[in-house]
């Protein structure tokens, strides 16, 4: 079963990097507390699942990169070769050289639609190198233009190319204290589209990372590249392979008895189906033991509130909304994007 990954723009390139140099990395490992075949069995399921075949005896990363600007890709792709242990393939990149200007319209309607084929193109040479596509792993960030608004366009694409394969969105949620004046809407902007085309959304918020390397890493000057890894590392100790004790070998989804408390859980999902354990014998990286928790909870409710508050105050004053509508983007799309997002609001305080 393997996975299509999908970069888009410098955040999800550059978070790309680290994320298959981190599989790379644990999987060649030591293999810890393991078997000898366990852990053999674990590289080749790893190997199978981010990275196709070698030439000259180094793994090709299942990726195809996006970027408006050629800076970061060629960079990222001189990275990987200059690393000697995998690579990225020849003919996975799609670049230009006008960027998005951090306008989600701009990605979304201009971008979009002028490079739709090149970019479905590329992704669709990768499937075909894949004897069973499991489902599409995309990259981005919420904040831009590029990675957010044509993010967007190419998860509505799969949907409609691949409606039967998994396709989860990684985003990253920009810093409470703002890093691009119209973050607010690009992000809404995002969420919404997302929400209609994504099966899953797997958020990382940049101020829980950056605390996470101030506070527990104690990294005095922090670095895009610092908080890069740690996400890196937190999707790869999720991405790699698990087995039950019923079958070692066959690495697969393994419910535990644990957890069962119906207090712990919303009222309409039983504890059976909403806790599940996957575990193997097989540390990850170099730890002697690691656990990684990903959860659908209320723990967004508080970032999602503040920034519609905050896209609705700049809206209700029209504030930039002219950036928008000259590519295409009215304000109906706006008002749609709110009232979803308001309605996923409400969901979640009733859980």
């Known amino acids: 079963m393997s996975i299509v990954t999908v970069q888009l723009g410098q955040c999800g390139n550059q978070i790309g990097f680290e994320v298959f140099d ?5 999987s060649h490992c030591p293999q810890g507390l393991c078997s ?5 069995v674990y590289q080749a399921s790893c190997k199978e699942r981010f990275f196709s075949e070698e030439e000259n005896g180094v793994p090709i990363a299942r990726a195809v990169l996006v970027d408006m600007e050629p800076k970061v890709i060629n960079q990222t792709l001189s990275k990987a070769a200059q690393s000697g242990r995998w690579k990225y393939g020849q003919h996975s990149c799609f670049c230009q050289k006008q960027g998005s200007g951090n306008n989600w319209a701009y990605g979304y309607s201009v971008h979009g639609p002028r490079h739709e084929e090149s970019i479905m193109n590329l992704i669709q040479n990768e499937v075909e190198k894949c004897d069973c596509l499991s489902g599409f792993f995309i990259i981005m ?9 044509l993010g967007a366009f190419i998860t509505q694409n799969l949907q409609d190319h691949y409606s039967n394969s998994l396709k989860m969105n990684q985003i990253i949620w920009p810093y409470g ?25 797997l958020v990382h918020e940049n101020d829980a990372v950056h605390k996470i390397c101030a506070k ?3 990294i005095k000057q922090i670095s895009f590249s610092d908080i890069n890894q740690v996400l890196a590392h937190q999707l790869g100790s999720v991405f790699q392979p698990t ?7 066959h690495y697969r989804r393994n419910p535990l008895g644990g957890f069962k408390d119906p207090a712990l859980y ?25 656990a990684a928790l990903v959860s659908n909870s209320q723990f967004l409710l508080k970032p999602l509130d503040t920034i519609v508050g905050k896209a609705w105050n700049m809206f209700a004053s029209k504030a930039y909304i002219h950036q928008y509508t000259k590519f295409g983007i009215e304000e109906e799309d706006f008002l749609d994007s709110f009232t979803l997002l308001e309605q996923v609001v409400a969901s979640y305080c009733n859980l």
């Open 243 to 249: 087995y039950s004790m019923e079958g070692s070998y």
């Open 177 to 201: 204290t703002g890093e691009v004046i119209v973050q607010n809407y690009n992000s809404i902007l995002t969420l919404s589209h997302l929400y209609r085309s994504s099966d899953a959304l």
């Open 36 to 40: 000898k075949r366990e852990n053999e």
């Open 22 to 26: 981190a599989l790379y990395s644990d």
């Open 216 to 218: 527990l890493m104690n």
């Open 266 to 290: 919303t009222s309409w999902l039983a504890p059976v189906n909403a806790f599940n354990v996957w575990k193997t014998q097989r540390a990850f990286s170099k730890y002697e033991k690691s």
């Open 141 to 149: 960030s919420m904040a831009g233009g590029t990675g957010s608004g």
